[in-house]
């Protein structure tokens, strides 16, 4: 996400921390991975769907880290430096653990009549989402249905929507095309709303 | 304009990539047809909740990282 605004340049004290990685300062080594690793969980996680593979990844991005250090310029934050790394580390777990039989959405997707009207009646939902999101619970709500789609439609929906990804960073990412992107975006959207209704829609309708 | 043919273009036209000839027809579709509304309300919705599930202030606090994921990674690196 930072990737877009510009990122601010790193701070003095990021830049002495890295001198001293490349210096090999256990300390340092120490000092990063116990700051960072929960940062870098937390994203590994929502692009993984899983706390093993998370984990897998937040290790394989410390060590690519590790490897590169050569490579960082101070031109970003390092936190904003290591959430690349981390994105790319689980994205590359994604593209190289067994693949699941993929699921379908289908019966997540809207239902047309034969004269293309929905079939269902759309019933408001109690309150806008940045008033329910203030809750914890709904908070975990939400995630947790993220976490139920089918991984195809998961990591498109959290690469643009939530690490704010544009559509030809996802499709080189994810080695699809950028339609593949668009359409994979709108379905993926369209199956967490079907998720979501029973839980945010208003009790008397 | 069906409501099938609404809820396709509803992603570029929150994205404001609908071309004109289709925005027309799409904006007439919405002040008629109260099912869409809904629909289009509840799919903006739902892409700010995803987006508040994990970007809200008070989600930014990391998780608890458990302790030996922090030793495995420094092991590794030896």
Known sequence: MQAHAGPPAAHGEDVSLVTRLRGGDDEAFELVVRTYSGRLLAVTRRILGNDEDARDAVQDAFLSAFRSLDRFEGGSLLSTWLHRIAVNAALMRLRTRRRKPEESIEHLLPVYKDDGHHQERFSSWTEPADVSMTRAENRALVRRCIDALPDTYRTVLVLRDIEELDTEETARALGISGNAVKIRLHRARQALRTLLAPHFRSAQS | ?78
């Open chain 2, 1 to 78: 304009m069906t409501c099938r043919e609404f809820a396709d273009f509803i992603m570029d036209y929150l994205a404001g990539e609908l071309p004109a000839d289709a925005r027309e027809p799409f904006e007439r579709h919405l002040s008629r047809c109260h099912n869409c509304h809904e629909y289009l309300a509840q799919y903006k919705s739902t892409v700010e909740a995803g987006r508040l599930a994990f970007q809200h202030p008070e989600e930014e606090v990391p998780a608890d990282v458990p302790a030996d994921l922090i030793k495995a990674v420094l092991a590794a690196r030896k």
